[in-house]
């Protein structure tokens, strides 16, 4: 069936949504709700019905159900301002309201269908089994007070930790009521492992004191019987409650790398021969946070080799178009090659698995060298609502804030990036996208200070080679910009003003006179 409305076609057969003969790229359950919009245009949608059709009944948040009806709106035209197609009636849930006209498709000519060389739509291959994902456990949090309602602040500690992990499309996190079973028992980690199946398990407690609450977590590898890590958090009794989601949100960003280390290096024990996607994808992952040009060339590696395996592999392709753009800002590859290719993997990550953060994080980032300003703002806070704790994403949103302009706002993220993963063997970018917002905002010496700071955690990280360059021409430090610009000129030796001018996206042409002009005042030519 094809439904045609405001000059577009919607063909349910084909599972395509076109504008003329311009095939719109879609999420799979993007489609599916505007699907179920269209088809039940007679009524109102509520979010029970929305979430009964399209995720089946399973657990949704109110963000990723908003973000899935904006980026509907989005690929039909439409806006949350305008509402000219679907329309947000308060209190009761969406209408779709365009005109249309509903006929059969077999006669109706079709756009042929634009090659890929990485991989076709999901729903037009056979499925391939995706590689088995590692199983967390999340114990309930014991309450170490004689507060009875820590008993609750602790239980809900735990149960956010399962939302929260489980929105890592990296890992399988066991459901709540499997889990809970062991509240009050002492069991030990290699029990809980054999009986749920889980290679790894997290536990805590929670003790009051005075006015004071402590939180103490622990991740555990049932395998060895090891600590992965641990961590203690201190705050006020009075608050306690009201920061619950920033203690759940620093804990679940504090174990993401933690785990990722876990698997690289049980992946480093096998020889390459004979590993299998995922763990090419943990070895890529690794080298991927070392911000240095020959690092991202072997998480390339690495990732092609697991698309190899398994064409179908989202992350895996969201991976790596996030490593080629990565590669591309950072002045370390030919955009015109490597952009065409980041763009096409960040695609085909979404269209394989829609809900994946890295795929939308990724594509953010070709979007932003490609200076779709809106889109990649759009897509980074996409990625966002899926995973708040997603602190890779959090600082490329800063950066995207800073070339648009927004640097208190770009200021602000790279804090919130920051304090998600201060020991992430990336937290370097994040000072430099800092550094950026800070020059844009004309405070040239908190951008100097804070692109010092990432040079000191990488020599060669060339993004912020470039903010010192520029922060100490413009503010007149010559001796700074002159040792400055030898350290980039090694780390980059293609650097220009040129360089800059086409590959570095600033959206305001008076920020990209700002920019230029401190290279300027540098001597770079």
Not at 42 to 49: A, G, H, L, N, S
Not at 359 to 375: E, Q, Y
Not at 422 to 440: C, E, F
Request: glycine content about 6%; aromatic content about 8%; some cysteine.
């Amino acid at each position: 069936m094809q439904f045609h409305f405001d000059g577009h076609v919607l063909d349910t057969d084909t599972r395509e949504l076109r504008r003329g003969l311009e095939r719109i790229a879609v999420e799979p359950q993007v489609l599916d709700l505007l699907v179920y919009l269209v088809e039940n245009r007679d009524r109102v949608v509520t979010k029970d019905d929305l979430i009964a059709s399209v995720w089946g009944g399973r657990i949704v948040s109110d963000a990723a159900l908003t973000s899935r009806i904006y980026a509907a709106r989005k690929a039909i035209g439409d806006t949350g301002r305008d509402q000219k197609l679907i329309r947000t009636m308060a209190r009761k849930g969406l209408r779709f309201i365009g005109t249309l006209n509903a006929r059969a498709c077999e006669n109706m000519p079709r756009p042929a269908a634009a090659p890929l060389s990485i991989e076709a739509p999901a729903e037009l291959r056979p499925a391939v089994r995706l590689p088995e994902r590692p199983v967390i456990a999340v114990l309930p949090f014991n309450n170490m007070s004689d507060d009875p309602e820590q008993e609750y602040f602790s239980d809900g500690i735990s149960e956010d930790l399962i939302t929260g992990l489980s929105r890592l499309r990296w890992f399988f996190v066991i459901a709540r009521n499997s889990s809970f079973i062991y509240k009050g028992r002492s069991v030990h980690v290699k029990q809980v492992g054999e009986e749920l199946g889980a290679g790894y398990v997290v536990e805590g407690s929670v003790r009051k004191n005075g006015g004071r609450v402590r939180i103490t977590v622990q991740l555990n590898e049932v395998g060895s019987g090891s600590h992965v890590w641990a961590e203690r958090y201190d705050r006020d009794a009075a608050d306690v409650f009201a920061v619950q989601d920033e203690i759940t949100e620093a804990i679940v960003a504090s174990i993401e790398p933690r785990l990722y280390a876990a698997e690289h290096y049980r992946a480093r024990r096998k020889p390459p021969s004979s590993m299998d996607a995922w763990e090419l994808v943990m070895r890529a992952l690794a080298h991927y946070s070392l911000v240095s040009a020959r690092d991202q060339e072997i998480a390339q590696e690495l990732l092609l080799q697991a698309i190899a395996i398994d064409p179908n592999y989202s992350q895996a392709l969201g991976l790596l178009g996030a490593s080629y753009a990565f590669g591309a800002h950072m002045g370390w590859a030919d955009a015109s090659i490597v952009v065409p290719l980041a763009e096409r993997a960040a695609l085909a990550a979404v269209r394989l698995d829609g809900e994946d953060p890295w795929a939308h994080h990724a594509l953010g980032g070709v979007h932003l060298l490609l200076r779709r300003f809106d889109d990649a703002i759009a897509a980074l806070e996409l990625a966002l609502h899926l995973n708040p704790s997603f602190s890779h994403a959090q600082n490329y949103y800063a950066s995207a804030l800073a070339f648009c302009g927004r640097w208190r706002e770009a200021v602000e993220a790279a804090n919130r990036a920051l304090r998600l993963s201060p020991r992430d063997p990336a937290v370097a970018l994040n000072y430099g996208s800092a550094a950026l917002a800070h020059y844009i905002g004309g405070n040239y010496e908190d951008a100097i200070r804070m692109a010092q700071t990432a040079i000191r955690l990488r020599a060669d990280f060339t993004g912020a080679l470039r903010v010192l360059v520029a922060a100490a021409g413009i503010s007149g430090q010559e001796d700074l910009a002159a040792a400055a610009l030898q350290e980039l000129r090694r780390a980059q030796p293609n650097v220009s003003r040129a360089w800059i001018m086409n590959n570095v996206p600033i959206k305001n042409d008076s920020d990209r006179i700002h920019y230029l002009e401190g290279f300027h005042r540098a001597g770079l030519e």
